[in-house]
């Protein structure tokens, strides 16, 4: 058995609560934080009991950075 620390982001998008792994490309929802959080732990594990061999980035401090981009 491992253990690996993860880093998570979780934002309220319309009427739901979205919670996202920045180490790997998994995400989930629910109707509050708490629900958000818990489907994301249980979408992990199951990725993780799937996947023999995960490419998991290390993130060291994570960090919102806000910009404003102009487009046509």
Same mark, same amino acid.
């Given at each position: ?6 880093? *998570? ?8 609560? +979205?919670?996202?792994?920045? %180490? +790997?490309? +998994? *995400?989930?929802?629910?109707? *509050? ?5 818990? %489907? =994301?732990?249980?979408?992990?594990? =199951? @990725?993780?009991?799937? %996947? ?12 919102? +950075?806000?910009?404003? =981009?102009? @487009?046509?």
């Amino acid at each position: 058995m491992k253990t690996i620390q993860l880093n *998570s982001a979780v934002w309220k998008e319309g009427e739901h609560f +979205v919670a996202q792994c920045l %180490n +790997v490309d +998994v *995400s989930s929802f629910g109707n *509050s934080k708490e629900d958000a959080l818990g %489907n =994301l732990q249980e979408a992990l594990e =199951l @990725y993780f009991e799937d %996947n023999s061999h995960p490419e998991i980035t290390l993130i060291e401090k994570p960090e919102i +950075v806000g910009s404003t =981009l102009t @487009y046509a």
